[in-house]
């Protein structure tokens, strides 16, 4: 894909947005509580998805050195100054990123595909934090067998 291609597609998600948020202001009270339901899980795997185009963004622009170049003293800072995001936030997100891409590539394939993101990788991610003990339980009996899958969807 092209990087015209590319940004077209991003125009088209955020006018698909604005056009749903103006159909749901005008029709959520129609709506059957299935489908309240319904769009509820929806909406929960889009953000997700697009948190993974985020972290991906975030990687690419750590890898180009964008930061450097407009004399920001690192993507955290820039990150928190031109987003206007706490710079704990920032700096969770760029350990996320980097982590995902460099050590864990497989893991952010699938959470691409998937609608679980933020809580389940940050336990990994975060500096000092432990997997919980069913993880590491799962990890010996994956190295005695043969690789497992990731199915969170």
Request: with cysteine.
């Amino acid at each position: 894909m092209s990087s015209a291609e590319t940004l077209t597609a991003y125009a088209d998600l955020e006018s698909a947005v604005v056009e749903f948020r103006k159909r749901f202001n005008d029709g959520a009270w129609q709506l059957a509580e299935a489908d309240v339901v319904d769009l509820t899980q929806r909406h929960h795997r889009l953000v997700a998805q697009l948190q993974s185009i985020e972290l991906g963004l975030v990687r690419e622009l750590d890898t180009r050195g964008v930061p450097d170049s407009l004399a920001a003293c690192s993507t955290r800072a820039y990150l928190s100054g031109s987003l206007r995001i706490s710079p704990q936030l920032a700096s969770e997100q760029t350990r996320m990123a980097t982590a995902l891409a460099e050590r864990y590539p497989d893991t952010a394939a699938a959470l691409t595909n998937c609608g679980r993101l933020p809580m389940t990788v940050t336990i990994f991610t975060t500096p000092g934090a432990r997997a919980p003990r069913r993880c590491a339980r799962a990890r010996a009996r994956r190295r005695r067998s043969r690789p497992a899958r990731v199915r969170w969807c």
